[in-house]
């Protein structure tokens, strides 16, 4: 059963579980279910997803009842006008604030701008050596993405060298490895945690947010942060 956070007569929001598809997929043959079959499923009637996330990333993810509420809501987040925020867990001390202005490149090739604000909301130092260091250093960080590319966030922190836990594919493998070894953790530690817009049909101000999951929590825990 999926975690509705939100529901109207137009639109639906979830907290999507880490690992969980928004929908079928060719380079997923692996995955059995995905968010857009259970949550049909679970309310019965149609709805598509008006935005994305990650596999791995947990958190926020809207969906529409109506076409034209899909297209609308879509149109909203390609013009930057839905503001999102998301917390990620990161190795080392992240300053205190930073805009990552860094462009991407998309699959073929061409560049794209993207850009990432952040703030650090907590830092915590383990009394668990980790290779040539006598103790580990991570830090609790709030993103707030202003364009929407793919891994943005997962490829922004690492071009500046504070790797987000648990991102296999951008992220730092020891780290990854260690946090498996010396905790059984593998999920990576990025959540989208609040979207900010405006309702396409009613035109209110709508301000979602969905709390962290629960592995997400029990590092939260071992760094003797408060949720």
Partial sequence: MLEIVYQDDHLIAINK?????????SIANDAKEF???????QVNRRVSPVHRL???????LLFAFEKDVEIAMQQQFMNGEVQKKYLAIVRG????????DYPLAKDN?????AFTAFITLKRAELDVAFGKHPTSRYSLVEAIPTTGRMHQLRKHFAHIFYPIIGDRKHGCNKQNKFFKEQWEMTTMLLHAS???FKHPVTHQD???KA???EEFKRVMGLMSWSS
């Avoid at 579980?17 to 997929?25: A, K, T």
């Fill in 17 to 25: 579980p880490h690992g969980l598809l928004v929908h079928r997929s």
């Fill in 35 to 41: 968010a857009l079959q259970m949550l049909r499923d």
């Fill in 54 to 60: 990650d596999r791995k990333t947990g958190g926020l």
């Fill in 93 to 100: 001390y992240a300053p205190d604030s930073e805009e990552i």
């Fill in 109 to 113: 090739g061409t560049m794209q701008d």
């Fill in 194 to 196: 609040e979207l900010l």
């Fill in 206 to 208: 709508i301000h979602l």
């Fill in 211 to 213: 709390p962290v999951h």
